[in-house]
């Protein structure tokens, strides 16, 4: 079982994940101060680890063909979601497949289409195999960012709210600390959607707690200085920010 990160295998992940292929491990030692033979290491550990796990182009595939990229959102059951995956994988043109943890939309498949009719036989093989698809919409424009937590210290934002990234459409994702006094604060996430704190469009999916990432369930207990990651694929309201920092 691999061991924890420390601070020096965060800003190596921090650096590569903001431009991997023009960042050398030199590069990073000036920045990290630390020498370039241990920064190798560091990464060489954090890939036989499986933290890092591979170093992808970004492709615009429209510019580079007049391809369509286009994100399907769709729902299984839990038992068989991992195995649907793995199938969908092999459907041509399918080239991202996303598990998502619990509720409707637990699988998102990215795909490339060299027009409309392509990613209707696309949709088509996706449902073949009993996925049923909920929710679609073309790509136009996709933004990265490397983990903000992971950076320079002295250079955090003060801003509860700390990053926020497009996925598709008006989808949303947002970082954002708990604070004292939260509606959400002391909840589980049950009891928050159970009493409406949470829109049903919402999704927290990820929980950062004292250097440790918790992937949530509905029993998980929000708590103050939590560093929350919230999604939705319609857009997120000042009111739901508000749940988390007011």
Known sequence: MPKGIDNIDEQVLYYLTQEGRHTSAPDIADKVDVSAPTIRNRIRHLEEDGIIRGYHAHINYE??????????????????????????????????????????????????????????????????????????????????????????????????????????????????????????????????????????????????RNDQAITPTGETTIKVDDFVTIHSRSGITDETLEIFTV
């Open 63 to 208: 510019r580079a063909d007049g391809r369509l990229t286009n994100l399907f959102i769709c729902t299984t059951s839990a038992t068989n979601r991992q195995e649907l995956a793995q199938r969908v994988l092999d459907v041509p043109g399918v080239i991202n497949v996303r598990e998502i943890m619990t509720g409707k939309g637990d699988l998102q498949i990215k795909v490339v289409g060299s027009d409309t009719d392509d990613l209707m036989r696309i949709a088509q093989d996706i449902t073949a195999l009993g996925i049923e698809i909920d929710d679609e919409g073309l790509i136009h424009r996709e933004y990265f960012r490397p983990y903000a937590q992971f950076g320079p210290r002295e250079k955090e934002p003060i801003s509860p709210v700390t990053g926020v990234a497009g996925l598709s459409g008006n989808a949303d994702v947002i970082e954002v600390i708990v604070k004292d006094g939260a509606p959400i604060a002391g909840k589980t996430l049950q009891q928050a959607n159970e009493e409406g704190l949470i829109p049903s469009n919402v999704l927290v999916v990820r929980i950062d």
